[in-house]
């Protein structure tokens, strides 16, 4: 029973918004859309990047004030001023990045801003505590509450923000792409809560990419697209292709480039022999041709990310011998990689892909100004004209100039990407390279990915979208305990991968 | 706490390295000056709990000290209340400028030149007259610091706000993470405001301390206790970047630095190899726990390794 149908009589909504309007300086990002969830449902929002989804969720949590339109609560016309407003009336919004003191225990964050407050107005830290553990443990999670979050998962993290979320006793939970970071069965264990939440009348707004995941757990799902209303519906009866044509305009198949015959050549361009790094990659060897996509498949925390630091010279490996280009090259400097021509475009574009603050062309240069400088003078000319081709190349609309994270997710990726292919690198690594980033940008980074590959480079990369690792890459590595546990085709299905990440074998 | 290991290092050495060391006379005399640094340090770790940093306190003391030597002839006790209104203005007007969006390091940097540069106006050497009474509290009774029970009463408070009030917690969250605060409702702006009034008010009794012992108002006394009360905050195992302090540790800090010039005269180490040691005492504080950790790793990662070939 996973789709439940709209029932007919189905009860008045919690929180609405009508006619919903705001404009970002000259650009509309939320064109009269109105919007609703009720007790009970899981109410998915699916768009592109753009498409006004984090506009419109931020006028219902109070994070933006809406130009025109008007927010009701239980029917009544309500006015968020700041977030805290929508939040004391029962709305909390799970950010995607998650809002949490890494430095704080769980039960200071759980009651972060609602501390319960005993006698004279002292803090009753063994009351809190005490409800912080009875809801993480009503929740599943197994999570002492006088931990320091820096130590958590993300999934545990996630936990510890719906926890939040009901201490403050929330009738609305709003998440916003909750299962990006998780590893499938983190995932899982997600739904689960989530139904459970929604039996007991909590109404859930949920925001996310993967549209499998929509059709597994949401009511009814809104489509949003250049800040317009596509519509409404049930879930049941919906397919993935339905939902990609309502935001894009085109079925899936569509979203993945073609491959091609790999003449795979004897000479690999990457090529890793008993790499051990432990306590998370015990044993790794692997090797790359030119024209290939690889990619590392495999449960959360079993080594990929891992593998991935050690050849972006992030991590200094206690074993292992790398060769790239057929030359060796030894360990633990990001600079040297990049120098034997490794790449790597980082998980969190927000914080290690791209300085936020700073230029589209002052990003994408980075990396190459030794190129574009002379006598430690950048000239500025070479500069501009170099970062227009690197821009031009992956097709990032805005200007040069204006700083990144004025750009959606998917056109901060492409800069990220431009940025990397620019230094003329013939190994490109990737981890989680379409994260949070919309279906539209998403085919145009496999295209780009694969163009890259048909030039003589070689890909490797990992990704927890099962589907993006089977319809991208030419094999898949399954990474277990710290090993590559098998290598598969890319025709083999979820299933198969499913089966050695989990049991360390084929189906 | 690397901190407590400096102390208890500093505190055998001058046991052992002098017999004058382990007195009642020279502890009380420690305890004595290094009153004025552990109040001045206390506030300083509420400015470095919400993220910030506060320049101004040597600056704060001084004229404090001066205020009431100058003002106490004139007006009397009022002199007093005098100081603590000035002290209170400069960390309003500090956490108002924080406030407003202005860099701590410049806001307080701002504030340390004005008020030094008021004191200037109103006096250029020692002078001023201080109440008996208040002299006596910088005096002993029998070997006890009269000012000891009122330090550890100010440390107390402080730890008993920053672990029990909700203004704590909301200044931690602040300096944890300025965005997520406000984001759990709480008023960012009002907590750095506190922080800075609560280290201003310290620096103030620090100065009224100062004034007591000195008997008089001297334009340059508090300049020392601007970088000390940096320097024993992390000294004492907080985070400079905010969110993370440790009361115990300012106070163990504040007594390393207390403890530190007297040791070294005792033990004939020549004054102008103390700054030299101060120096070296801070960078051993922040690198020692980061030392421990890159061993610790190391050495877990070898054992691993060795695991995995013998397999």
Not at chain 1, 400 to 427: C, E, F, M, Y
């Amino acid at each position: 029973m996973t789709n439940h149908g709209v029932p007919a009589e189905s009860p008045p909504a919690i929180l609405e918004l009508r006619d919903g309007r705001k404009h970002f300086g000259g650009t509309p990002a939320l064109r009269g859309v109105s919007f609703d969830v009720r007790p009970g449902e899981i109410h998915a929002l699916v768009g592109e990047n753009g498409a006004g989804k984090s506009t419109l969720v931020g006028i219902l949590s109070g994070v933006v004030q809406p130009d025109a339109g008007q927010v009701r609560l239980d029917g009544q016309p309500v006015r968020f001023a700041e977030p805290l407003d929508a939040r004391r009336s029962g709305i909390h919004l799970v950010h995607q990045e998650l809002a949490l003191l890494a430095e704080s225990t769980v039960v200071e964050n759980v009651f972060l801003g609602s501390e319960l407050a005993g006698r004279w107005g002292f803090l009753d830290w063994s009351e809190m505590r005490r409800r912080t553990a009875a809801v993480l443990s009503s929740l599943g999670a197994r999570i002492d509450p006088e931990r320091r979050v820096a130590s958590l998962s993300v999934a545990e993290r996630q936990m510890v923000e719906i926890a939040r979320a009901l201490i403050a006793d929330s009738r609305v939970l709003i998440l916003d792409e909750p299962t990006a970071p998780l590893s499938p069965l983190e995932a899982q264990q997600l739904f689960n809560v989530l139904r459970r939440l929604r039996a007991e009348g909590k109404a859930i707004v949920y925001i996310s990419h993967r549209l499998e995941e929509i059709l597994a757990i949401a009511d009814r799902v809104t489509v949003l697209k250049d800040g317009e209303l596509v519509g409404s519906w049930p879930v049941s009866g919906l397919t993935t292709d339905d939902l990609v044509r309502r935001m894009v305009g085109r079925p899936i198949e569509d979203l993945f480039p073609e491959r091609h015959q790999i003449l795979r050549s004897g000479e690999p361009i990457l090529e890793i022999v008993d790499l051990v790094d432990p306590p998370r990659v015990l044993g790794v060897s692997l090797s790359i041709g030119p024209g290939e996509i690889v990619g590392l498949a495999g449960l959360e925390g079993h080594g990929q990310d891992e593998i991935l630091a050690c050849l972006a010279g992030e991590r200094a490996p206690s074993r292992g011998q790398l060769r790239a280009n057929g030359r060796p090259v030894p360990w633990g400097s990001t600079v040297r990689m990049l120098a034997h021509g490794i790449a790597f475009v980082p998980e969190d574009r927000k914080t290690k892909g791209l300085l936020l603050e700073r230029s589209t062309l002052w990003n994408v240069t980075l990396p190459s100004l030794r190129y574009l400088s002379f006598l430690g003078w950048v000239r500025s000319q070479l500069e501009r004209t170099f970062a227009e081709h690197a821009v031009q190349a992956v097709d990032v609309r805005g200007s040069l100039d204006a700083p990144v994270h004025a750009l959606s997710g998917g056109n901060q990726q492409k800069v990220v990407l431009a940025k990397w292919l620019a230094t003329r690198s013939r190994i490109l690594l990737l981890n989680q390279p379409t994260r949070g980033v919309d279906v539209g940008a998403k085919a145009e980074i496999y295209a780009l990915l694969r163009r890259f590959a048909d030039g003589g480079g070689a890909v490797l990369l990992t990704s927890r979208e099962l589907v993006e690792l089977l319809g991208l890459c030419d094999r898949i590595l399954v990474v277990r305990r710290g090993r590559i546990a098998a290598e598969l085709p890319s025709t083999a299905t979820e299933e198969e991968v499913m089966a050695v990440a989990t049991t360390g074998e084929a189906a | 706490m690397p901190s407590v290991v400096f102390l208890g290092g500093l505190l055998a050495i001058g046991a052992l390295g002098s017999p004058n060391f382990a007195t009642t006379g020279n502890i009380a005399n420690v305890l004595t000056n290094v009153t004025p640094l552990l109040l001045v340090a206390t506030g300083q770790t509420f400015v470095i709990a919400c993220r910030g940093l506060d320049l101004s306190v040597g600056s704060t003391a001084t004229l404090v000290a001066t205020l009431v030597a100058t003002a106490y002839p004139v007006v009397g006790w009022p002199a007093v209340a005098l100081g603590f209104v000035a002290a209170l203005s400069v960390g309003v007007f500090n956490g108002f400028g924080v406030r407003a969006g202005l860099n701590p390091f410049l806001v307080t940097l701002a504030s340390l030149s004005i008020v030094q540069g008021v004191v200037f106006t109103y006096r250029t050497s020692p002078g001023g007259k201080v109440p008996e009474e208040l002299a006596a509290v910088a005096g002993l009774v029998g070997p006890v610091p009269v000012a000891l029970p009122i330090v550890v009463l100010v440390a107390g408070l402080a730890a008993v706000i920053l672990r029990w009030r909700a203004v704590g917690s909301a200044i931690l969250a602040t300096g944890g993470d300025p965005m997520v605060a406000r984001l759990s409702g709480i008023r960012v702006g009002r907590s750095q405001l506190v922080a800075f009034v609560i280290s201003a008010s310290a620096a103030g009794l620090a100065g009224l301390f100062l004034a007591a012992r000195t008997r008089t108002g001297d334009p340059l006394i508090g300049q020392p206790l601007t970088l000390d009360s940096i320097a024993a905050v992390v000294l004492g195992g907080s985070i400079l970047s905010g969110g993370r302090v440790t009361l115990v540790g300012t106070v163990v800090g504040s007594f390393c630095l207390g403890f530190l010039p007297n040791v070294l005269n005792l033990t004939g180490v020549a004054y102008f190899y103390q700054q030299l040691v101060k120096g070296l005492l801070l960078i051993g504080a922040v690198l020692l726990p980061v030392a421990v950790a890159r061993v610790r790793e190391r050495r877990e990662r070898v054992k691993a390794t060795t695991l995995v070939t013998t397999r």
